[in-house]
């Protein structure tokens, strides 16, 4: 990872003619440990992930767009009612 970061910064040198730094990885990668702000992609992936555990949102079943609606509340309110009760 440090020989790809000092490979970026020269080649940024070079091209630029300026000197910088480049900034740390992604915060959702498994190498860093203790509490970090996650990326806004990694909450995104992870909240579809988990509405697609429920059944009827992995398919397109519903007719009108306000049942998958009411379906997506339904699967994040059973989420929320799992972590309160954790």
Known sequence: MRQRRKRLRLYAQTKTGQEGSVPPGPACSSDRKGFVVLLGC???????????????????????????????????????MRRLAA
């Open 42 to 80: 990694c909450v995104v992936e992870r909240t579809f992930a988990r509405l697609t555990q429920c059944r009827r949102l992995c398919r397109e079943h519903e007719v009108l767009p306000a049942n998958s609606e009411a379906m997506m509340y339904l699967a994040m309110t059973r989420l929320m």
